[in-house]
């Protein structure tokens, strides 16, 4: 059985745009590893480069569609690349092969250049990413991470709305039938500053994103059950925790993050705290934070890291266990913990099942985490995609 990976992301640039190496570099960085954090959590999506020309033609490697579900074409359009008429014609290749399944298939062209627009008559329609500065020689490091935050967060979020199955956010129109949106939950207190910051937060996004919030202020309608909305919301959103001083005491803010976690929604926590916490709510860990310097941007990239690193995962744990015919009894976006442990004792094992076998993302638990795990309930055997070809069928 062939095996194809649920995305493959490729990056085509002109061998001549010297900068494209930078930019490819960098989506390789977040999208796959980095390279100088080998030990660090990765998203370890498969990303391909597409510059250099192949022996005989002018054009580059070509993309063999076929080796994977979702495909993404990554094209960073600059100045070079609108003057090669190979390079239109492969950018064209892929576009119809794109549009022959646009459910699986997507090409995002970036506009480096002001003329990128002109690459071709199929590409000019197309809503292209923008970049509003030139990326830089490499000592001038503040320049080139504006360049690169331009480009992150609209990446980001295009590859979660491809493995999603939405229509591309670039080419939505107000119509009612479009799917929604990535929305994001902000969970904040009303009892410190912070519900100062939350508004400004959901104000940003709204403004400068295309994504939506859900605000509990103002998304709740009158004569509905609180409790009920919000917990709707935590199943179809990305939940970003605002802690603050007062966050752990209010009883709504607890209730957001066990609610999120029930239901495996992505998390982010914002470490907002200014002087200190009477009790920090211990069920905030396992989950990526970042510390609240008016970074919006930073908050926002992360969520969005998230919430495509949970559908990927996902969708990548349940095809390499399909490929080793291993039945596994739950798959997790995250590492276990004792919360987790928890809901699945409550859903319990079949009477036929001698032991519920759980698979999670690399790298594997410390062996103190694991023995924690081990002396609640040894009915349960986790594993990683490192150690799951060691399991016996």
């Known amino acids: 059985?062939?095996?194809?990976?649920?995305?493959?992301?490729?990056?085509v640039w002109h061998p001549n745009f010297s900068e494209g190496q930078q930019i490819a570099d960098f989506l390789y960085s977040f999208l796959c590893r980095d390279s100088s954090k080998p030990l660090v959590r990765s998203m370890g999506i498969p990303v391909y480069f597409r510059s250099t020309k192949t022996t005989g033609t002018n054009q580059p490697i070509q993309i063999d569609f076929d080796e994977s579900e979702f495909t993404a074409v990554i094209a960073l359009v600059s100045d070079e690349f609108?003057?090669?008429?190979?390079?239109?014609?492969?950018?064209?290749?892929?576009?119809?092969?794109?549009?022959?399944?646009?459910?699986?298939?997507?090409?995002?062209?970036i506009a480096i250049s002001k003329n990128a627009?002109?690459?071709?008559?199929?590409?000019?329609?197309?809503?292209?990413?923008?970049?509003?500065?030139?990326?830089?020689?490499?000592?001038?490091?503040?320049?080139?991470?504006?360049?690169?935050?331009?480009?992150?967060?609209?990446?980001?979020?295009?590859?979660?709305?491809?493995?999603?199955?939405?229509?591309?956010?670039?080419?939505?129109?107000?119509?009612?039938?479009?799917?929604?949106?990535?929305?994001?939950?902000?969970?904040?207190?009303?009892?410190?500053?912070?519900?100062?910051?939350?508004?400004?937060?959901?104000?940003?996004?709204?403004?400068?994103?295309?994504?939506?919030?859900?605000?509990d202020t103002n998304d709740i309608a009158y004569g509905s059950n609180f409790g009920e909305e919000i917990k709707k919301a935590s199943h179809e959103s990305a939940l970003v925790a605002f802690q603050s001083d007062t966050y752990a005491e209010r009883e709504w803010c607890r209730i957001e993050v066990?609610?999120?976690?029930?239901?495996?929604?992505?998390?982010?926590?914002?470490?907002?705290?200014?002087?200190?916490?009477?009790?920090?709510?211990?069920?905030?860990?396992?989950?990526?934070?970042?510390?609240?310097?008016?970074?919006?941007?930073?908050?926002?990239?992360?969520?969005?890291?998230?919430?495509?690193?949970?559908?990927?995962?996902?969708?990548f744990l349940d095809s390499i266990t399909n490929l080793y015919k291993i039945k596994t009894h739950k798959i997790l976006?995250?590492?276990?913990e004792l919360f987790t442990l928890l809901q699945l004792k409550k859903e319990g094992l079949s009477n036929s099942i001698?032991?519920?076998?759980?698979?999670?993302?690399?790298?594997?638990?410390?062996?103190?985490?694991?023995?924690?795990?081990?002396?609640?309930?040894?009915?349960?055997?986790?594993i990683t995609p490192l150690t799951l070809p060691t399991i016996s069928k």
Do not use: W
């Open 354 to 382: 001698k032991f519920g076998l759980v698979i999670y993302p690399d790298p594997p638990l410390g062996s103190e985490e694991m023995e924690l795990l081990n002396d609640m309930d040894d009915d349960y055997f986790f």
């Open 117 to 215: 627009y002109n690459v071709s008559p199929k590409l000019s329609p197309i809503n292209f990413i923008r970049v509003e500065k030139k990326i830089k020689s490499h000592c001038d490091t503040v320049e080139n991470e504006s360049v690169f935050s331009q480009i992150k967060s609209p990446v980001l979020h295009e590859l979660c709305r491809l493995l999603m199955n939405m229509k591309k956010a670039t080419d939505e129109t107000d119509s009612l039938t479009i799917a929604p949106p990535i929305k994001l939950f902000i969970s904040h207190s009303k009892h410190d500053e912070t519900k100062l910051v939350a508004t400004r937060f959901r104000d940003f996004i709204n403004s400068q994103t295309q994504l939506k919030t859900f605000f």
């Open 1 to 11: 059985m062939r095996y194809k990976t649920p995305l493959s992301v490729y990056i």
């Open 333 to 336: 976006s995250t590492s276990p």
């Open 258 to 315: 066990l609610e999120a976690k029930k239901t495996g929604c992505p998390i982010v926590i914002v470490n907002a705290v200014q002087n200190r916490e009477q009790r920090a709510f211990p069920y905030l860990g396992n989950y990526p934070s970042i510390r609240f310097k008016d970074n919006f941007l930073e908050i926002i990239d992360l969520t969005l890291e998230q919430v495509l690193f949970n559908i990927y995962t996902k969708l």
């Open 82 to 109: 609108v003057n090669d008429k190979e390079y239109e014609k492969f950018i064209d290749s892929k576009f119809d092969k794109c549009n022959s399944a646009k459910d699986k298939r997507r090409i995002y062209p």
